[in-house]
């Protein structure tokens, strides 16, 4: 079981958050997916909205309508991951336990540098699960990577509103 840290954030929805976003990232994303699905779903939508709940073709135009409401939510669910663990990182990460679990700087690595690595190097320390720093490296290098989770959740919601 995972602790909580001092501010509320869980260990286990962080650990689970980063296994999303690891697995996410080793899918190739489909950039027209999104408004394919948004698109049929609004067909569906308007397709079951003209017909009664009587009607023989109403629960099949139902379950078509769903299934594409099914998808919506999982393709933006995607994205929920990385802005819940990029949040989750920006409020609350700290240089030891459960943040240095191997899936969470695996997470980190991929999320704010573009590497595939277990270990990150950040302000000339090299961090890998189980590493342990004195009480002002900790600090320095915990701002540090809540600055640049900070930093890659702003430029997300940036390319998200198309600013």
């Not at 802005?83 to 336990?97: D, I, S, Y």
């Not at 991929?110 to 277990?118: Q, V």
Request: hydrophobic share 30%.
């Amino acid at each position: 079981m995972c602790p909580t840290s001092s501010n509320g954030v869980d260990g286990e929805t962080v650990l689970s958050l980063a296994e999303r976003c690891l697995e996410n990232r080793q899918r190739p994303p489909d950039p027209d997916m999104e408004q394919v699905v948004k698109e049929k779903m609004k067909e569906w939508g308007e397709k079951l909205d003209e017909l009664n709940e009587n009607d023989p073709l109403y629960r099949r135009t139902k379950e078509k309508y769903e299934e594409q409401v099914r998808r919506w939510e999982e393709l933006t669910s995607e994205g929920d991951a990385e802005t819940r663990f990029l949040e989750a990182v920006a409020e609350g990460f700290v240089a030891e336990g459960f943040w240095l679990d191997e899936r969470v700087l695996r997470a980190l690595n991929l999320l704010l540098f573009g590497k595939h690595s277990d270990a990150l190097v950040v302000n000339r320390n090299v961090i890998e699960e189980g590493t342990k720093f004195d009480e002002e490296t900790t600090y320095e290098v915990s701002t540090r990577i809540r600055r640049l989770a900070r930093e890659e959740l702003d430029e997300m919601r940036e390319r998200r509103d198309g600013i």
